[in-house]
């Protein structure tokens, strides 16, 4: 349900003023239930009813439900669309937070200067053929939780479906000793946290839009800086609480700033060549600011003297890999490592206290690239049409999690074996990086480190495409619109680091790499 | 400002619209879930209970607490790991050899977790027992002493399991959970706080309950006698046992006596009773989880800490863990005199189909060991074949067998690709009962009052031959058990013989290792052992037990970083 009223006035041609109130109701409620069988004589769609069904009768069902009110206000105002002002207010209430906290106040202010308008621009600098300035300024809300987060919950459980994998949590026993009524008690799922309350995020914009050559050249160049505090997270928690330890909290505070550019040059020459030219490169640091003790579990390290604090939220803690170990003579003269041997990975001791251990883990990576980039080409002349878009990411050390697959035959136990086993460490192959081939990981080498850290850098071709249309007095003879052919290939070729050794950089998470895809087509328009 | 005053009366209309009433609005009851203050009634805290108990046997094949087979059986020696290779489960080939454990293995953390959950039930139906009077609950004194008494066992487990570990009963809000070390309390003092529980259980249970499942006032004094005994050999810091508690001993004798005095319990006449789906909840069983099948449950309340342990032959399926070694094996060995042999046993291998005939045996041996050519559970046309084993190279011929089932009995339950069963899991047995009465009377150097209990126990072990016969109706093995006899019955040779009748009666039940920790023995039992099986067993190569270390697991790394370095690790990790 929403209601606004909407306000203008209009002050004389230059005061342009718009103000819109509004509130809104949302009410979201979501019941399911099904029923099966299994066992069906026949399989035809008219005889498989539930009923005909003769075993395995199952049923079940589950709802939930979540509320927001919201209150809303925008005024917007200009002035000779040389001066733009942008005011919003919002007030939102969430059913998922404590009962004293359910609202939270969101305001947002933007200005703009379109300095193309002034005088002095157009005397001294003509060739803007536009100019503004932008900032901008606002709070937004997170409520990005379950929908009874706030609420300490029980629940009955007869037994797990999966009992193979999964430890059981039923809350049924057969008290009586005949396998009949058991009886069942509930187990904790979440515990109550009434001081949950909204996350918000302020973000501060300054931007310059800008066009050259009659808008032939334009581009932008954005700043940004967005902090997001109180940020909602389901807290680990110590074994000792038991199960449904769980509870959402407000807590850290992690920072973004970045910088956005983007230039683009369109032009058509006098023999009828269109063409454009459009790059785009951006780069922001994310940074956790601030940790209170609370949540300090829910964000990696040892919980002791190393946290995320002033790392990014896409760090890596780990341990640092330094090669492998040669011989018995390295082994013996190295650090204290469980299960180190000739031809296994050795890891630092980075607080060189002789042992290698929890206090030898530190940040291995922060997971930000230096810079992400695009570059759209364009081009046209009679008919024929090409468009190529190039993407990169730069500087990025990713976490290569193929690698288990790729470099052992231990941790992936029963899985295939990667082809670069081939070329493992042995007395008799002691320049590979490899570790040697053992079917038991004593070394313990799945653990977190730099072993698995690569340079993801990567350029792709994105997107390839030559087409060619009809001349309209062509198609029009026909009675079409138009018709266009065109060839196109996506993902054609990757520049990537020869350090990453998986097949595609940009799939770090041991899925199907992107794939390159051909497609030829025909566009007939009526 | 004609403007400013329509918004404003905008605003104060929408408000009054809809405003007013945003408190009801956003109040959104959880569905299907109950809150923390429902479950305060009498019929809610009985449930609680029930969950309590449930937890008993809420197993996974990962971290099987409730069988504890990989931590009470492979890491004595009586037990390979077994299954597919050193890498199948690889935390339990760590357990076994000692050498490659780690403090982060996610076994044991997991394995912790577990037993903290039954802890947490336990606590949570305490709190809500404590605010309740006894009008609106007439057992409530009953129920507490159910709870207390599982939360004993809960923290027994742990206590054996990992010596130091924090003490959380419900009196402590779950807020401050986090201020509570694992070294808060000494080892002695751990020890008297699980005590404590089954005293207030004993002084507050009922001789018998009318639901079978529950424990009951003796159940509680067999607990209590088990506490006191552990307790009673005191350890250093560093693991070592300093001296034996006279007079705890002294309060082992009385409580067993007491369980024994209520008659209640006796020996089955067959030993085989007590492995057996139809021995439920039978004489000689105190204290047992039940498990159920066709209950109503999605796929029954079975046994998941046994759930690795079956053969690999058609009529199983998987997954062939928990062997028995060729040391255990050789331990049923006897000699003339039909009396283990303590010095020599291992000096040549029961192996070949004929050693079995050739030498003479313990009964038990045929109820403990799958062995190729002899019938498996006591069916004599089930032939445990070699074809059965999942990595003979590796873990040798031996399966295990007291916790399987038959394929046709009515309690197996598969789950595929695990195996399970609705057979009890017995907690305490009444022979333990017996045995920590005899133990406790040697080491108070009374050794003639101990010798009429070994005796009994191996009188019914002689008697439990009825159900080892091939098709032909002969023995399977060249069987051959005697009794002790007074003459030789000094205290030295009596704490042998009951060491090495623990061994036997209790072997692949998930006590050894503990047993070996107790009598402060462990390092030196478990190196000689690798010393020789390591010459039969490839994967023992590389084993170790190292003193003051391995008779404890490592405190999980996980609890200790969780706990922000609050909690101390176990010595020597």
């Known amino acids: 349900m929403a209601e606004y009223v909407e306000l203008r006035h209009d002050a004389g041609g230059k005061h342009q003023l718009n103000f819109v109130a509004g509130t809104e109701r949302i009410s979201y409620y979501d019941e399911s239930s099904y029923a099966s069988r299994t066992n069906f004589a026949s399989e035809d769609p008219t005889y498989a009813y539930l009923d005909a069904g003769a075993a395995n009768k199952d049923n079940g069902g589950s709802g939930t439900a979540y509320k927001l009110a919201s209150y809303f206000s925008k005024f917007n105002y200009s002035l000779a669309d040389k001066y733009l002002a942008s005011v919003t207010i919002r007030r939102d209430g969430s059913s998922r937070f404590g009962e004293d906290n359910r609202f939270g106040v969101f305001p947002a202010a933007s200005v703009g200067w379109r300095l193309s308008e002034e005088n002095f621009v157009k005397n001294t600098a003509p060739f803007f053929s536009d100019l503004k300035l932008r900032a901008g300024w606002g709070q937004t809300g997170n409520q990005d939780i379950a929908n009874f987060a706030s609420r300490g919950l029980y629940q009955s459980l007869l037994g797990t479906l999966d009992p193979n994998f999964e430890y059981d949590r039923g809350t049924a026993y057969d008290i009586f000793g005949n396998d009949t009524n058991l009886p069942s008690g509930y187990r904790r799922v979440q515990q109550a946290n009434p001081d949950l309350k909204w996350e918000t995020t302020t973000q501060t914009n300054l931007g310059v839009d800008f066009g050259l050559l009659d808008n032939r050249l334009t581009g932008s160049v954005d700043y940004f800086i967005k902090k997001s505090e109180d940020i909602l997270v389901n807290l680990p928690y110590l074994a000792v609480v038991g199960e449904g330890g769980d509870k959402f909290v407000n807590g850290a505070s992690i920072e973004n700033k970045g910088w956005e550019f983007l230039v683009g040059y369109q032009n058509e020459l006098a023999n009828g060549l269109t063409y454009s030219v459009t790059g785009n490169l951006s780069t922001y640091r994310n940074k956790l600011t601030f940790l209170p003790d609370e949540v300090i579990n829910a964000y990696g390290g040892n919980g002791q003297d190393v946290t995320r604090l002033g790392h990014s939220i896409n760090a890596v803690y780990g341990y640092v890999a330094d090669g492998l170990y040669q011989n018995a003579t390295e082994v013996s003269e190295g650090p204290t490592q469980v299960g180190a041997a000739p031809g296994r990975i050795r890891y630092k001791d980075l607080n060189g206290d002789g042992k290698v251990d929890n206090f030898d883990q530190t940040w291995i990576t922060e997971g930000v690239p230096d810079f992400n980039y695009g570059l759209n080409l364009g081009a046209g002349y009679k008919g024929f049409d090409v468009q190529v878009f190039l993407q990169g990411v730069q500087g990025l050390e990713a976490y290569n999690n193929a690698k288990f697959r790729t470099d052992f035959a231990s941790i992936a136990s029963g899985e295939n074996w990667g082809e670069r086993l081939l070329d493992a460490w042995s007395p008799t192959n002691t320049g590979s990086s490899i570790p040697a081939l053992t079917l038991q990981n004593s070394n313990n080498e799945g653990r977190a480190s730099t072993y698995f850290i690569e340079n993801a850098s990567y350029l792709k071709l994105r997107n390839i495409q030559l087409g060619y249309s009809l001349p309209a007095t062509l198609v029009s003879k026909i009675k079409l619109q138009g018709v266009r052919v065109y060839v196109q290939s996506q993902n054609l070729f990757t520049v990537k680091s020869k350090e990453y050794t998986g097949p595609d950089p940009e799939v770090t998470n041991y899925q199907y790499p992107v794939p390159r895809i051909f497609t030829t087509g025909l566009n007939v328009s009526f | ?573």
Not at chain 2, 79 to 106: I, L, Q
Not at chain 2, 338 to 349: A, Y
Not at chain 2, 468 to 488: D, H, M, P
Not at chain 2, 533 to 539: A, G, L, N, S, V
């Open chain 2, 1 to 573: 400002m004609k403007i400013l005053k329509t918004s404003a009366l905008a605003i104060s209309l929408l408000a009054l619209s809809s405003g007013c009433n945003d408190k009801e609005f956003l109040n959104v009851q959880p569905t299907g879930a109950l809150s923390d203050d429902q479950l305060n009634t009498a019929a809610n805290i009985e449930k609680q209970v029930i969950a309590t108990y449930s937890q008993l046997g809420n197993d996974v094949y990962r971290a099987p607490y409730t069988s504890l087979w990989p931590y009470g059986n492979v890491r004595a020696g009586d037990a390979y790991k077994g299954g597919n290779g050193t890498a199948d489960v690889d935390a339990f080939h760590f357990y076994e050899t000692f050498t490659f454990n780690r403090v982060d293995v996610g076994n044991t953390d997991e394995l912790w977790f577990l037993i903290y959950i039954g802890i947490s039930r336990a606590n949570d139906a305490l709190r809500r027992l404590e605010t309740i009077n006894a009008t609106a609950m007439p057992n409530k004194a009953i129920r507490q002493g159910e709870m207390r008494f599982l939360r004993g066992h809960f923290y027994f487990m742990l206590k054996e399991l990992f010596k130091r570990v924090p003490y959380i009963d419900e009196t402590i809000p779950t807020e401050q959970y986090a201020s509570v070390s694992n070294v808060a309390l000494s080892n002695d003092e751990l020890w008297t706080k699980i005590a404590d529980d089954f005293r207030f259980a004993v002084a507050n249970l009922p001789d018998t309950q009318p639901e079978i499942g529950r424990a009951n006032k003796s159940a509680a004094q067999a607990y209590l006698a088990k506490t006191l005994l552990f307790q009673a050999y005191v350890q250093s810091d560093n693991n070592a046992v300093t001296s034996v508690d006279q007079a705890k001993l002294q309060e082992v004798v009385t409580l067993t006596n007491q369980v024994i005095a209520s008659g209640k319990y006796s020996l089955h006449s067959d030993f085989a009773t007590n492995f057996l789906t139809a021995g439920d909840n039978g004489v000689e069983s105190v204290f047992a989880i039940q498990f159920s099948r066709n209950d109503g449950t999605p796929k029954g309340r079975t046994d998941r800490g046994n759930a690795l342990n079956y053969p690999m032959n058609p009529d199983y399926g998987c997954c062939g863990f928990h062997q028995p070694s060729q040391n255990l094996v050789n331990a049923f060995k006897t000699d003339a005199q039909g009396l283990p042999q303590f010095e020599t046993f291992n000096n040549s291998d029961l192996s070949a189909p004929a050693d079995f005939q050739t030498n003479t045996v313990d009964p038990r041996l045929d109820h403990s060991v799958g062995i190729p050519s002899h019938p498996y559970k006591y069916s004599p046309s089930f032939i445990f074949e070699t074809s059965w084993l999942r990595d003979q190279n590796t873990y040798g011929v031996y399966m295990s067998m007291k916790e399987n089932v038959l394929p046709s009995d009515p309690s197996f339950q598969k789950t595929p690709p695990f195996m399970s069963s609705s057979k009890n899991w017995t907690i305490i047995r009444y022979a333990d009962v017996l045995l920590w009465k005899a133990e406790a009377l040697i080491e108070l150097n009374r050794p003639a009052e101990a010798l009429p209990i070994v005796n009994q126990i191996r009188q019914r072990a002689q008697n439990s031959t009825a159900r080892l016969k091939t098709t032909t109706g002969a023995n399977i093995s060249n069987y051959r058990i005697g009794q002790y006899s007074a003459g030789v019955w000094n205290q030295a040779y009596a704490r042998q013989a009951l060491r090495f009748e623990r061994r036997l009666e209790f072997a692949l039940e998930g006590q050894r290792f503990f047993d070996l920790v107790r009598w402060g023995i462990a390092a030196d039992y478990l190196n000689t052992y690798f010393e020789k099986e390591k010459t039969k067993r490839q994967h023992l190569k590389d084993a170790r037990f190292t003193r003051g270390r391995d008779e404890y697991l490592p405190i999980p790394l996980n609890q200790i970083n969780f706990s922000k370095g609050l909690y101390q690790q176990n010595p020597g990790w």
